[in-house]
């Protein structure tokens, strides 16, 4: 089985910023796209970021610019730095990623969330 478990979220000012890790385990044998989404009350999950295996990213327009998708293959980990955050920001953020525990089974994972806050 595979575990995506995120860390990085918590409360912070409008303005501030904040770091999102997301760490896939277990019976790994590739990494596809690894990314970002969220979910705020009332509304649906959404897309904020992804990065493939070559490192080419793709962005919400609401978040461009103030925030960078990175990720370490060896450490199979994903990252979200978040600048100049909002309080539009505020939601769930999971991690989400294409992994494949064996060669040409690829499926669609995902992490359990983390709450980001922004007050203002």
């Known amino acids: 089985q595979v575990q995506l478990v995120e860390s990085g979220g918590g409360l912070v000012q409008a303005g501030g910023s904040l770091r999102l890790s997301c760490a896939a385990s277990?019976?790994?044998?590739?990494?596809?796209?690894m990314g970002w989404y969220r979910q705020a009350p009332g509304k649906q999950r959404e897309l904020v970021a992804v990065?493939?295996?070559?490192?080419?990213?793709n962005y919400a327009d609401s978040v461009k610019g103030r925030f960078t998708i990175s990720r370490t293959n060896a450490k199979n980990t994903v990252y979200l730095q978040m600048n100049s955050l909002k309080p539009e920001d505020t939601a769930v953020y999971y991690c989400?990623?294409?992994?494949?525990?064996?060669?040409?089974?690829?499926?669609?994972?995902w992490g359990q969330g983390t709450q980001v806050t922004v007050s203002s």
């Open positions: 990065i493939t295996e070559s490192g080419r990213t």
């Open positions: 277990g019976t790994i044998f590739s990494i596809k796209t």
């Open positions: 989400n990623s294409i992994i494949s525990v064996v060669a040409g089974n690829d499926r669609i994972w």
